[in-house]
């Protein structure tokens, strides 16, 4: 009687084991639920002439032009949505008009906005490329920068900014007044509501701010408010960085969709990941090369209306884009 | 005649020779290991471009080096590159100063 028991306390045990593996498997290593994405066209070769870049890093699209952030040749160059080069803006310099490397741009109510490393500031220009404001300056008080590395609008024109060496996220009225930040300034952390070097921010349709949270490997979600919502990348979202489906390697650049989706261009693993705004997996596509649909370490991506995934490949120094397979 | 050119050339190779010399650059040439995102290498960038004496910084991403060049007569402390260095948390793996006129 008691071997038998001994042998269904065993049993119990290894089932629970198993059952706990399972959940542990699911929830750190998801299945895409998805068919994923296709390549349709590439633009952009290595070199300074129009239409090629020297280490873009950031993309946005405004109606059917396609901006990018050339960082490495200091301007924007805007291309049509078949990536036929338009026109150009901004040459390396601190002055009005005068961008020093343009990371990740930001199109809100016909302007763009550029989060400018070298300058600590956020430059505005009309999508024509006359500059018309300025905000922020060098520093570390409010309302000031070291190495702004993304930005995003919210309806009002107010602006969260994604300030890397100072480990913050700053919510910044139209004019610069400081709101609300989020991090420890100048001190990197791991717990909830910390930054490990963010570098770029994006707008869920409710308004909460999506924080591409870099070098902590994971997305980071607060609420307009400035409150904590949620936390995805890994196990637990604690720096854990890895290849698996919804682990990254170095978060550079996110952005929403038109469903609301958000999708982390995961740096480190070549990558494009697809969550849902809940931060549930849903899709993966890239790997490492030079060929069509692969990626030199991608540094941002972004969606048109039709869902069309843009995605700056930083290192082959070219624009990739991509299309629901359905 | 022949000897009064002789010394206008011979002066004129003496002030160019000066001239050149108050030119000089020198350059440092820095290895720096694991350099491959834009963020953290233009944040290299950025610090080594406040280094005084500094007048351009260029980054090569690929080869994990980067140029720094002094002003023209100046020469600038490694410890102080590399200190600029492991402040925008890299290493150094190799630094070597060439001195010269070229930019």
Not at chain 1, 75 to 87: A, E, M, S, T, W
Not at chain 1, 207 to 214: I, L, R, Y
Request: charged share 20%; hydrophobic share 40%.
């Amino acid at each position: 009687m008691k071997m038998r028991n001994r042998h269904r306390y065993l049993i119990g045990t290894v089932i629970l084991l198993v059952a706990v593996v399972w959940v542990v498997f699911q929830a750190w290593f998801p299945v895409s639920q998805e068919r994923g994405y296709q390549f349709v066209n590439v633009w952009g070769s290595p070199g300074g002439a129009p239409g090629q870049f020297h280490e873009p890093i950031g993309l946005a699209i405004a109606g059917d032009h396609v901006l990018v952030s050339d960082a490495g040749n200091n301007r924007i160059q805007v291309f049509d949505r078949n990536g036929r080069f338009l026109h150009q803006f901004g040459r390396e310099g601190s002055g009005p008009g005068e961008v020093a490397r343009p990371m990740h741009i930001y199109v809100h109510n016909e302007k763009l906005y550029v989060a400018e490393y070298l300058n600590d500031r956020i430059q505005m220009f009309t999508l024509d490329g006359e500059p018309v404001g300025v905000v922020g300056s060098p520093g570390s008080g409010p309302g000031q920068f070291d190495a702004p590395g993304g930005v995003a609008v919210a309806l009002d024109g107010s602006l969260y900014v994604a300030d890397f060496y100072n480990h913050r996220v700053q919510f910044l009225s139209p004019s610069g007044e400081l709101i609300w930040q989020i991090g420890t300034t100048g001190k990197k952390g791991l717990w909830t509501g910390l930054f490990n070097y963010p570098t770029d921010v994006a707008l869920l349709p409710n308004g909460d701010v999506v924080v591409a949270d870099a070098y902590n490997d994971r997305i980071q979600v607060f609420s307009s408010k400035g409150t904590f919502v949620r936390k995805w990348g890994g196990p637990l979202a604690t720096n854990i960085p890895g290849s698996a489906n919804g682990w990254f390697k170095t978060a550079t650049g996110v952005a929403v969709g038109p469903e609301g989706n958000v999708f982390v261009a995961d740096f480190y693993n070549h990558r494009i990941q697809k969550f849902t705004p809940e931060g549930e997996f849903l899709a993966a596509f890239g790997s490492q090369g030079e060929g069509p649909g692969q990626f030199e370490r991608p540094t941002d991506v972004a969606l048109d209306d039709e869902g069309n995934v843009f995605v700056v490949d930083f290192g082959n120094n070219r624009v990739q884009v991509f299309e629901p397979i359905r | 005649m022949f000897r009064g050119v002789m010394k206008v050339m011979v002066l004129m190779a003496v002030v160019s020779l000066i001239a050149g010399s108050a030119m000089a650059q020198t350059k440092y040439v820095i290895g720096v290991d694991g350099m491959s995102c834009p963020f953290c290498a233009y944040g290299l960038e950025k610090k080594l471009k406040k280094v005084k004496d500094v007048v351009s910084v260029t980054i090569d991403l690929n080869e994990g080096k980067v140029v720094v060049v002094a002003k023209a007569g100046t020469t600038i402390k490694q410890e102080v590159l590399r200190k600029a260095v492991k402040e925008a948390g890299f290493t150094v793996s190799s630094l070597e100063e060439v001195a010269g006129n070229d930019q």
